[in-house]
């Protein structure tokens, strides 16, 4: 059908000969149809759209070419069609290039504002120019953050908050009864998470970031294979604290598990014997185990000395204070700059004095650590904060120190000495240290005067502000909520469809068990809607079409939808109700994604061959799978019966992982839950399948198992 007009043009070319006026007609319609589909397919983003209007290009020119050049000779019209086919590349050449100068030069003026926004000596500017607009200083910050951590920084957080450990715990699968666990550790408050990413990228995304239930985030690396860039990066830029001799230790047991000495006997008692000047030293049931076992001598320090300023910036982001304290009741106010240390590191402590050129060191009395603190204020405003402002810091202490320099702006103009200065300088400190949850969330435990109106808060209540405008916000329904936005974008990306109508009308579709009504109804609590049975089948349907139930799910969703249909589908609503799309970031760890994503294709079964329990996703399009892989381990095959790919986990060590560190923080909501609440009694009645008729009690274990499971 494409080319029958082309084909009946040349079967009618007798009789066409004969007129002029449609010989006139066809070249003109011809021209005009060659230059208008070529100019319109350049400019195409589909590569469908790219095809058919060049598709339509060429048989406009075959019709010229039949019109103008119907007596030319076949050499002829070789070379129109290369003159035709340069025309085509050369256009699209000209149209690429206008559009990379274009980004170019926008490149530029971007790259230059942003250089200029963000210089040392134009940061104060800006913010002097609209101090109470947090945006600012939000945007400066966050860009601190995002700049390339400096290598000497991260040796000094490390040797702040960083820990190596040594594990050797009792196994029955380990032919000498013992598995050894090596672990690089940092562990944060969960305010300074987007520091600990910042570390993982640094480290090429080696090891995992783990959010707990106390409230902390830690970055582990428990791999043999990850630890080469750890070691290499200590190697190169080493640790001054007494946590150098814990990396040598740390070191010394690595070689011995990658050459596979761990193994034998020998090999075992050596990692022992560094385990015993590690930390904390053996256990008790490793002492009676060993008794006649000669620790090592712990490797002792050699340099202490100061080796890059960055190495100081990275050691107070994790050991430092900057604080403001109130003297003689409440009427006076001192800068107090901060570190403290256990006392085995004096030496270096004591090193901040000279380094400083100020301050003093001092042991505190009935404790094991000390401090290097500054306290005059001259010091703090010639040395400690031009030192901050040139060599800057990265995490939640960023902001501790851009509230202390305020401070310290405002005891420079006497602002302090009077009453509405004071009451500045109170509203400040209660925002800072353990006053700040997080980077926009602040706790406030004192009055505020907000536009001449007195507002008090209390220590139970969180303070989310913007300029002037304050409002009270539990931090932990923000959690909760951050955690429902992923996972229902997960459950939209496998079972939901977003639909624009012919109307001009958005709605929302899920189809889900009957089993899973719980889940849909989490949703129409939240959104509104409707929940239907489908005739005919074991299913039910959740509607959202009410316009202001669907705005508020597009504001949680937009940024969390990663399925391409899904994406281009919320673009479309997107466009209608005239809001920006946002692009999804990576996929990380932490993200209740995963979670939604398996209760709405996911699957738990046990493989009756091989006696495996396995959990698995099947999906059309492979670029949702592959990410998968990187972060929570399994594999991607692919389905021929199907045509579709199949991502699986079915080592007990991952799925076991996974039930630890993964779902405890972000538990499914389908029915499928309670399989997966089932897969640890799976792992332990899991042998008594094969057992013989002496063992009848461990079989009907299994029977009474796998009657429940199939139940579910």
């Not at 969390?560 to 809001?579: A, D």
């Not at 095959?637 to 630890?660: H, M, N």
Request: proline content about 2%.
């Amino acid at each position: 059908m494409v080319t029958a007009g082309v084909y009946l043009l040349v079967r009618c070319s007798p009789l066409i000969e004969q007129s002029e006026l449609a010989l006139t007609i066809i070249m003109v319609a011809g021209a005009v149809t060659t230059f208008f589909a070529a100019s319109v397919g350049l400019f195409q983003n589909d590569i469908k759209k790219v095809i058919a209007y060049s598709t339509m290009s060429q048989l406009a020119q075959e019709y010229n070419k039949f019109i103008i050049f119907r007596y030319r000779t076949i050499y002829e019209k070789v070379i129109i069609n290369i003159i035709y086919t340069l025309y085509i590349f050369l256009s699209l050449l000209l149209i690429k290039v206008s559009y990379c100068l274009l980004y170019f030069n926008t490149t530029i003026k971007i790259e230059y504002l942003s250089k200029f926004l963000f210089q040392k000596e134009n940061k104060d500017n800006i913010i002097k120019i609209a101090p109470n607009n947090l945006l600012f200083k939000d945007i400066i910050l966050n860009n601190d953050k995002k700049r390339t951590l400096n290598p000497y920084y991260i040796t000094g957080f490390v040797d702040g908050d960083g820990c190596f450990l040594i594990n050797i715990k009792s196994s029955l699968k380990r032919k000498l009864g013992y598995l050894i666990e090596l672990n690089f550790k940092i562990k944060l408050h969960w305010k300074d998470k987007e520091l600990l990413e910042d570390i993982k990228k640094y480290f090429d995304n080696k090891g995992i970031i783990i959010i707990r239930n106390t409230g902390h985030v830690e970055y582990i690396v428990n791999s043999i294979k990850n630890f080469k860039i750890i070691i290499n990066h200590f190697e190169k830029y080493p640790l001054i604290t007494q946590k150098w001799s814990d990396y040598q230790l740390f070191k010394q047991a690595f070689e011995i598990i990658k050459n596979k000495e761990h193994l034998s006997l020998e090999g075992l008692k050596k990692i022992i014997s560094i385990k015993t000047v590690f930390n904390k030293g053996l256990s008790d049931h490793l002492k009676k185990a060993f008794p006649d076992l000669i620790p090592i001598i712990r490797p002792e320090l050699i340099n202490s000395n100061i080796l890059n300023p960055y190495w100081i910036s990275g050691f107070v982001d994790a050991e430092g204070c900057f604080h403001v304290a109130w003297i003689n009741n409440s009427k006076g106010i001192a800068l107090i700059f901060k570190i403290t240390q256990h006392k085995r590191d004096a030496r270096l402590l004591k090193s901040f004095v000279d380094y400083f050129k100020c301050g003093r060191y001092y042991i505190k009395s009935g404790n094991n650590s000390g401090d290097y603190i500054v306290t005059k204020y001259e010091d703090i405003n010639q040395n400690i904060i031009p030192f901050f402002e040139k060599y800057s810091l990265h995490g939640s202490k960023s902001l501790d120190f851009y509230d202390y320099k305020k401070v310290a702006e405002l005891i420079k103009i006497k602002a302090h000495l009077n009453m509405k200065g004071l009451e500045q300088i109170k509203f400040i400190r209660s925002g800072m240290n353990k006053g700040r949850i997080s980077n926009k969330l602040e706790r406030r435990t004192i009055s505020v005067y907000s536009l001449n109106h007195k507002r008090t808060y209390t220590n139970l209540s969180y303070l989310c502000f913007s300029n002037r405008n304050y409002s009270i916000l539990p931090i932990k329904q923000k959690f909760e909520d951050d955690k429902f936005n992923q996972w229902l974008a997960g459950l939209i990306d496998g079972e939901g469809q977003l639909i624009v109508s012919k109307k001009g009308y958005a709605n929302l579709k899920i189809v889900m068990s009957i089993k899973d009504k719980s889940a849909l109804l989490d949703i129409k609590q939240k959104y509104g809607g409707s929940i239907k049975c489908i005739a005919g089948y074991n299913a039910l349907r959740y509607k959202l079409h009410h316009k202001q139930g669907l705005l508020k799910l597009i504001n949680d969703i937009n940024g969390l939808i990663r399925n391409p249909t899904r994406m281009l589908q919320l673009n479309k609503v997107c466009v209608l109700y005239n809001m920006n799309f946002k692009e999804p970031k990576s996929l990380i760890y932490n993200n209740g994604w995963f979670s939604g994503f398996i209760d709405a294709e996911g699957s738990i079964y046990i493989n009756e061959e091989s006696n495996q329990l396995i959990l698995s996703i099947t999906q059309k399009n492979k670029y949702l799978l592959d990410p998968l892989i990187r972060l929570y381990g399994g594999r991607v095959v692919i389905l021929d019966s199907k045509e579709a790919f199949q991502y699986f986990i079915y080592r007990k060590k991952e799925i076991l992982d996974l039930l630890d560190n993964y779902f405890k923080n972000f538990p499914l909501k389908s029915s499928k839950k309670n399989k997966l609440n089932l897969i640890k009694n799976f792992y332990l009645c899991q042998e008594y399948k094969s057992s013989n008729i002496y063992q009848i009690d461990k079989f009907t274990k299994w029977i009474k198992f796998k009657n429940i499971w199939d139940r579910l």
